[in-house]
């Protein structure tokens, strides 16, 4: 294959990669807590073959290579719900929740008391206090989420939700459903808890709408660049072949 097409097909991969995350914004344009991704490139340089013989220096190659995928961190537009269970972080924190054994965290404040009078995530995940899962009695009402998190109904505390921040959240490993699994979590005692309130998913509706129509114009466009370069490819072998070259 000639080194046109390695190189165009190194870009077609990294912007069908690019419009895989846009539409994944797109899909979670309304998704409580949910922040945007976008993708980082590098430049990947490779030379040609070497021969001694060639009278001209070789060049230098240069390859697109999707390098990481990058979390938006800034704050989405909080609402409010009227929800008593639903919560928005205002700061940096994420909320803890269980997952099987694991501990994960998300900024996705849609809570919810199950069957069992256990607080969950709207799809069913146990949310963490500092010391555990938070169970309500039958008749627990009046409940109060506080601006630190501590949680009180008429029977009185049920705990303080365990909110944790990272140091680098770039190092957050996204595991789908809104959640995301990390390491050296810490306490965050800045930020503020906000209840009958929800954060809105920080994607911009029209930038990245923006963003997949310039993703399929440049697909479509080095499609046709290869196109061209294999009629010229085909033409060429025709007259080479035939009697009359």
């Known amino acids: 294959?000639?080194?046109?097409?390695?190189?165009?097909?190194?870009?077609?991969?990294?912007?069908?990669?690019?419009?895989?995350?846009?539409?994944?914004?797109?899909?979670?344009?309304?998704?409580?807590?949910?922040?945007?991704?976008?993708?980082?490139?590098?430049?990947?340089?490779?030379?040609?073959?070497?021969?001694?013989?060639?009278?001209?220096?070789?060049?230098?190659?240069?390859?697109?290579?999707?390098?990481?995928?990058?979390h938006n961190f800034s704050a989405g537009a909080i609402v409010q719900t009227g929800n008593l269970l639903d919560i928005a972080i205002e700061g940096d924190g994420f909320l803890a929740v269980k997952s099987g054994d694991e501990e994960l965290y998300t900024r996705n404040g849609e809570l919810k008391i199950d069957n069992s009078g256990l607080l969950v995530t709207n799809s069913g995940l146990p949310v963490l206090s500092e010391g555990g899962e938070i169970r309500f009695a039958q008749n627990d009402t009046e409940i109060i989420i506080d601006n630190k998190g501590y949680i009180i109904t008429n029977n009185g505390a049920k705990g303080r939700l365990k909110i944790v921040s990272f140091e680098n959240p770039q190092s957050l490993e996204l595991r789908g459903g809104n959640l995301f699994s990390g390491q050296n979590a810490q306490p965050d005692l800045a930020s503020r808890i906000l209840q009958g309130s929800l954060e809105r998913s920080n994607v911009s509706g029209v930038a990245e709408m923006a963003e997949m129509i310039r993703i399929s114009r440049s697909y479509e466009a080095i499609a046709q660049l290869q196109k061209s370069q294999a009629d010229l490819r085909q033409k060429a072998i025709q007259k080479l072949g035939s009697l009359q070259a």
């Open 1 to 70: 294959m000639e080194n046109v097409q390695l190189i165009a097909l190194s870009r077609q991969i990294a912007l069908r990669r690019q419009l895989d995350i846009v539409a994944n914004n797109i899909a979670n344009i309304n998704t409580s807590g949910f922040k945007a991704q976008s993708l980082l490139f590098e430049e990947y340089k490779m030379p040609i073959a070497r021969n001694n013989d060639f009278i001209n220096n070789d060049r230098i190659l240069s390859y697109t290579q999707d390098w990481a995928t990058l």
